[in-house]
Protein backbone atom coordinates (compact mmCIF):
# COMPACT_ATOMS: atom_id res chain seq x y z
CA UNK A 1 0.00 0.00 0.00
CA UNK A 2 0.87 3.38 -0.13
CA UNK A 3 0.42 5.93 3.15
CA UNK A 4 0.47 9.66 2.64
CA UNK A 5 0.86 11.55 5.94
CA UNK A 6 0.37 15.01 6.46
CA UNK A 7 1.73 18.31 7.73
CA UNK A 8 -1.59 19.88 7.55
CA UNK A 9 -1.62 23.65 8.34
CA UNK A 10 -4.92 25.43 9.94
CA UNK A 11 -6.78 27.86 7.83
CA UNK A 12 -9.77 30.34 8.25
CA UNK A 13 -12.81 29.56 6.60
CA UNK A 14 -15.82 32.09 6.00
CA UNK A 15 -18.16 29.28 5.11
CA UNK A 16 -18.88 25.22 5.10
CA UNK A 17 -17.68 24.89 1.09
CA UNK A 18 -13.87 26.12 1.51
CA UNK A 19 -13.65 23.94 4.03
CA UNK A 20 -14.88 21.10 1.95
CA UNK A 21 -12.85 22.23 -0.79
CA UNK A 22 -9.71 22.08 1.16
CA UNK A 23 -10.59 18.98 2.33
CA UNK A 24 -11.05 17.80 -1.16
CA UNK A 25 -7.81 19.15 -2.47
CA UNK A 26 -5.50 17.37 0.10
CA UNK A 27 -7.69 14.11 -0.43
CA UNK A 28 -7.33 14.42 -4.22
CA UNK A 29 -3.93 15.46 -4.18
CA UNK A 30 -3.24 12.46 -1.95
CA UNK A 31 -5.42 9.75 -3.74
CA UNK A 32 -3.94 11.22 -7.00
CA UNK A 33 -0.18 9.50 -6.26
CA UNK A 34 -1.55 6.56 -5.04
CA UNK A 35 -2.06 6.79 -1.59
CA UNK A 36 -4.00 4.04 -0.30
CA UNK A 37 -4.12 4.97 3.59
CA UNK A 38 -4.25 9.03 4.41
CA UNK A 39 -3.47 10.34 8.08
CA UNK A 40 -4.21 13.89 9.35
CA UNK A 41 -2.77 15.25 12.59
CA UNK A 42 -4.66 16.06 16.45
CA UNK A 43 -6.66 18.93 16.18
CA UNK A 44 -6.55 19.69 12.84
CA UNK A 45 -10.33 19.91 13.17
CA UNK A 46 -9.84 22.87 15.42
CA UNK A 47 -9.82 25.37 12.21
CA UNK A 48 -13.52 24.03 11.92
CA UNK A 49 -13.97 26.60 15.14
CA UNK A 50 -13.11 29.99 12.13
CA UNK A 51 -17.00 29.18 10.76
CA UNK A 52 -18.43 30.72 14.13
CA UNK A 53 -16.50 33.66 13.56
CA UNK A 54 -13.75 35.45 15.01
CA UNK A 55 -15.11 35.92 18.64
CA UNK A 56 -15.58 32.17 19.02
CA UNK A 57 -12.44 30.60 17.65
CA UNK A 58 -10.64 32.66 19.79
CA UNK A 59 -12.40 31.74 22.81
CA UNK A 60 -10.62 28.17 24.33
CA UNK A 61 -14.00 26.91 25.24
CA UNK A 62 -16.16 28.06 23.08
CA UNK A 63 -14.31 26.87 20.22
CA UNK A 64 -14.29 23.54 21.78
CA UNK A 65 -18.14 23.36 21.23
CA UNK A 66 -18.02 24.76 17.95
CA UNK A 67 -16.34 22.25 16.96
CA UNK A 68 -18.48 19.11 18.15
CA UNK A 69 -21.15 20.40 17.22
CA UNK A 70 -19.55 20.13 13.68
CA UNK A 71 -18.64 16.61 13.54
CA UNK A 72 -21.62 14.84 12.54
CA UNK A 73 -20.91 16.94 8.72
CA UNK A 74 -17.19 16.07 9.15
CA UNK A 75 -18.20 12.24 8.96
CA UNK A 76 -20.41 12.65 6.28
CA UNK A 77 -17.72 14.39 4.15
CA UNK A 78 -15.08 12.12 4.92
CA UNK A 79 -17.13 9.19 4.24
CA UNK A 80 -18.00 10.45 1.08
CA UNK A 81 -14.18 11.41 0.18
CA UNK A 82 -13.07 7.63 1.22
CA UNK A 83 -15.81 6.29 -1.06
CA UNK A 84 -14.93 8.91 -4.22
CA UNK A 85 -11.39 8.01 -3.89
CA UNK A 86 -11.08 4.59 -2.41
CA UNK A 87 -9.34 5.59 0.24
CA UNK A 88 -9.04 5.23 4.04
CA UNK A 89 -8.54 8.12 6.10
CA UNK A 90 -7.86 8.62 9.31
CA UNK A 91 -9.28 12.30 9.87
CA UNK A 92 -8.10 14.76 12.00
CA UNK A 93 -8.95 14.54 15.34
CA UNK A 94 -11.16 17.17 17.18
CA UNK A 95 -13.08 17.92 20.70
CA UNK A 96 -16.07 15.44 20.92
CA UNK A 97 -18.52 16.49 23.79
CA UNK A 98 -21.09 13.27 22.08
CA UNK A 99 -23.51 13.52 25.34
CA UNK A 100 -20.25 14.38 27.90
CA UNK A 101 -19.46 16.81 30.44
CA UNK A 102 -16.28 17.47 29.18
CA UNK A 103 -14.82 16.37 25.75
CA UNK A 104 -12.62 13.21 24.37
CA UNK A 105 -9.88 14.09 21.95
CA UNK A 106 -11.57 11.76 19.18
CA UNK A 107 -9.96 10.85 15.81
CA UNK A 108 -11.84 8.79 13.40
CA UNK A 109 -11.08 5.96 10.82
CA UNK A 110 -13.23 5.95 7.57
CA UNK A 111 -13.23 3.07 4.99
CA UNK A 112 -14.18 3.36 1.33
CA UNK A 113 -17.32 1.09 2.05
CA UNK A 114 -19.01 3.64 4.34
CA UNK A 115 -17.74 2.40 7.52
CA UNK A 116 -15.75 3.92 10.33
CA UNK A 117 -14.67 3.44 13.87
CA UNK A 118 -13.42 6.35 16.67
CA UNK A 119 -10.46 5.84 18.36
CA UNK A 120 -10.19 8.44 21.81
CA UNK A 121 -7.08 9.59 23.56
CA UNK A 122 -6.12 7.80 26.17
CA UNK A 123 -3.87 10.14 28.39
CA UNK A 124 -3.96 13.66 28.74
CA UNK A 125 -1.08 15.74 28.24
CA UNK A 126 -0.39 18.85 30.62
CA UNK A 127 -2.35 21.47 28.88
CA UNK A 128 -5.47 19.26 27.67
CA UNK A 129 -5.56 18.94 31.53
CA UNK A 130 -5.56 22.60 32.05
CA UNK A 131 -6.93 24.71 30.35
CA UNK A 132 -8.56 22.65 28.02
CA UNK A 133 -10.15 20.07 30.59
CA UNK A 134 -10.27 17.39 27.79
CA UNK A 135 -10.56 13.99 29.37
CA UNK A 136 -9.98 10.10 28.54
CA UNK A 137 -12.31 8.43 26.20
CA UNK A 138 -13.41 4.79 25.57
CA UNK A 139 -11.05 1.88 25.35
CA UNK A 140 -7.77 1.42 22.86
CA UNK A 141 -9.55 -0.59 19.62
CA UNK A 142 -7.77 -2.59 16.72
CA UNK A 143 -8.87 -1.78 13.27
CA UNK A 144 -9.10 -4.62 11.09
CA UNK A 145 -9.12 -2.99 7.28
CA UNK A 146 -8.55 -4.09 3.93
CA UNK A 147 -5.00 -2.44 4.15
CA UNK A 148 -4.33 -5.00 7.48
CA UNK A 149 -4.76 -4.22 11.14
CA UNK A 150 -4.56 -0.73 12.38
CA UNK A 151 -4.07 0.84 15.79
CA UNK A 152 -4.19 4.88 16.68
CA UNK A 153 -2.04 6.56 19.30
CA UNK A 154 -3.25 9.93 19.39
CA UNK A 155 0.07 12.31 19.99
CA UNK A 156 0.73 11.81 23.73
CA UNK A 157 -0.16 7.98 23.81
CA UNK A 158 2.47 6.78 21.80
CA UNK A 159 4.96 8.05 24.10
CA UNK A 160 3.80 4.96 26.11
CA UNK A 161 5.07 1.67 25.70
CA UNK A 162 2.07 -0.45 26.99
CA UNK A 163 -0.30 1.64 25.07
CA UNK A 164 0.83 0.64 22.20
CA UNK A 165 1.91 -3.02 23.87
CA UNK A 166 -1.86 -3.52 23.80
CA UNK A 167 -2.12 -3.22 20.48
CA UNK A 168 0.59 -5.50 19.87
CA UNK A 169 -1.19 -7.39 16.79
CA UNK A 170 -0.74 -4.00 14.49
CA UNK A 171 0.36 -3.97 11.47
CA UNK A 172 0.45 0.07 11.47
CA UNK A 173 -0.11 2.57 14.48
CA UNK A 174 -1.40 5.63 13.20
CA UNK A 175 0.12 8.73 15.52
CA UNK A 176 -1.56 11.89 14.31
CA UNK A 177 0.45 14.71 16.40
CA UNK A 178 -0.28 18.38 17.57
CA UNK A 179 3.06 20.04 19.15
CA UNK A 180 3.33 23.75 19.36
CA UNK A 181 7.61 23.20 19.92
CA UNK A 182 10.51 21.57 18.24
CA UNK A 183 11.17 19.26 21.72
CA UNK A 184 7.52 18.75 21.61
CA UNK A 185 7.36 17.07 17.88
CA UNK A 186 11.00 15.05 18.79
CA UNK A 187 9.09 13.41 22.05
CA UNK A 188 6.49 12.02 19.82
CA UNK A 189 8.42 11.01 16.66
CA UNK A 190 10.65 9.41 19.27
CA UNK A 191 7.79 7.78 21.00
CA UNK A 192 6.76 6.67 17.27
CA UNK A 193 9.61 5.36 16.39
CA UNK A 194 10.85 3.21 19.43
CA UNK A 195 6.93 1.81 19.03
CA UNK A 196 7.77 0.39 15.95
CA UNK A 197 11.31 -0.66 16.80
CA UNK A 198 8.73 -2.60 20.18
CA UNK A 199 6.43 -4.01 17.80
CA UNK A 200 7.84 -4.86 14.46
CA UNK A 201 5.57 -2.65 12.62
CA UNK A 202 5.18 0.47 11.05
CA UNK A 203 4.34 3.79 12.41
CA UNK A 204 2.98 6.64 10.55
CA UNK A 205 3.38 10.25 12.44
CA UNK A 206 1.36 13.35 10.84
CA UNK A 207 1.60 16.56 12.03
CA UNK A 208 -0.24 20.47 12.33
CA UNK A 209 2.01 22.60 10.92
CA UNK A 210 2.48 26.68 11.41
CA UNK A 211 0.62 29.82 13.18
CA UNK A 212 -2.64 30.39 13.80
CA UNK A 213 -2.93 33.44 15.25
CA UNK A 214 -7.23 33.33 15.49
CA UNK A 215 -6.89 30.39 18.29
CA UNK A 216 -6.01 30.41 21.85
CA UNK A 217 -5.84 26.52 21.54
CA UNK A 218 -3.10 25.77 18.40
CA UNK A 219 -1.64 29.49 17.99
CA UNK A 220 1.77 27.56 16.97
CA UNK A 221 2.73 24.09 15.50
CA UNK A 222 5.84 22.29 14.65
CA UNK A 223 6.29 19.59 12.88
CA UNK A 224 6.39 17.59 9.72
CA UNK A 225 4.98 14.02 8.39
CA UNK A 226 6.97 10.38 8.94
CA UNK A 227 6.79 6.63 8.49
CA UNK A 228 9.07 4.44 10.48
CA UNK A 229 9.68 1.12 10.69
CA UNK A 230 12.10 -1.35 12.90
CA UNK A 231 15.59 -1.24 11.17
CA UNK A 232 15.74 -4.06 10.79
CA UNK A 233 15.06 -6.94 8.20
CA UNK A 234 12.83 -5.26 4.95
CA UNK A 235 13.07 -2.09 6.46
CA UNK A 236 16.00 1.09 6.03
CA UNK A 237 18.67 0.74 8.64
CA UNK A 238 17.69 4.54 10.11
CA UNK A 239 14.29 3.20 10.72
CA UNK A 240 12.50 6.25 8.74
CA UNK A 241 10.75 5.04 5.48
CA UNK A 242 10.40 8.59 5.12
CA UNK A 243 10.11 11.95 6.24
CA UNK A 244 8.59 15.01 5.60
CA UNK A 245 10.49 18.85 5.37
CA UNK A 246 10.09 20.67 8.77
CA UNK A 247 7.24 22.74 8.72
CA UNK A 248 6.78 22.92 5.31
CA UNK A 249 3.17 21.79 4.83
CA UNK A 250 2.02 18.71 2.33
CA UNK A 251 1.81 14.84 2.25
CA UNK A 252 4.89 12.42 2.47
CA UNK A 253 4.71 9.07 1.04
CA UNK A 254 5.61 5.81 1.74
CA UNK A 255 5.11 2.46 0.46
CA UNK A 256 4.75 0.12 2.70
CA UNK A 257 4.09 -4.30 2.51
CA UNK A 258 2.37 -5.60 4.70
CA UNK A 259 3.91 -8.95 4.10
CA UNK A 260 7.25 -7.28 5.02
CA UNK A 261 6.01 -6.53 8.23
CA UNK A 262 5.22 -10.14 8.49
CA UNK A 263 8.59 -10.90 7.50
CA UNK A 264 10.58 -8.93 10.00
CA UNK A 265 8.61 -10.51 12.62
CA UNK A 266 8.99 -14.05 11.76
CA UNK A 267 12.77 -13.83 10.93
CA UNK A 268 14.12 -10.62 12.08
CA UNK A 269 17.75 -10.19 13.41
CA UNK A 270 16.21 -9.33 16.56
CA UNK A 271 12.56 -10.15 17.62
CA UNK A 272 11.02 -7.74 20.15
CA UNK A 273 7.55 -7.95 19.70
CA UNK A 274 8.41 -11.54 20.58
CA UNK A 275 11.38 -11.51 23.11
CA UNK A 276 8.28 -9.14 25.18
CA UNK A 277 6.62 -11.82 26.75
CA UNK A 278 10.08 -12.97 28.37
CA UNK A 279 10.78 -9.75 30.46
CA UNK A 280 9.85 -10.62 34.53
CA UNK A 281 6.55 -10.01 36.00
CA UNK A 282 6.47 -6.45 36.81
CA UNK A 283 6.11 -7.28 40.95
CA UNK A 284 9.29 -9.49 40.72
CA UNK A 285 11.67 -7.73 38.04
CA UNK A 286 13.15 -4.97 40.62
CA UNK A 287 15.08 -6.03 43.87
CA UNK A 288 16.38 -3.56 46.12
CA UNK A 289 20.13 -3.73 47.19
CA UNK A 290 22.00 -1.26 48.90
CA UNK A 291 25.54 -0.02 48.81
CA UNK A 292 25.34 2.68 51.90
Known sequence: MRIATAAYPLDWFDDWAAYEAKLTRWVSHAAGQ???????????????????????????????????????????????????????????SAPVFAGRLRPVNRAVLYAPNGKMGAQDKQIMTMFERAPWNITGGGPLTLFETDLGKIGILICYDSEFPLLARALAEADILLVPSCTEALAGYWRVRIGAMARALENQCVSVMASLVGAADWSEAVDQNTGMGGVFGPPDTGFPATGVLAEGVLNQAGWTY????????????????????????ERPEPQNSITMFSLR
Open 254 to 277: ADVNIQTIAEVRRNGVVRNRTHWD
Open 34 to 92: GADLLVFPEYGAMELATLAGREVAGDLERSLYAVSDLMPKVDALHLRLAADYRVHILGA
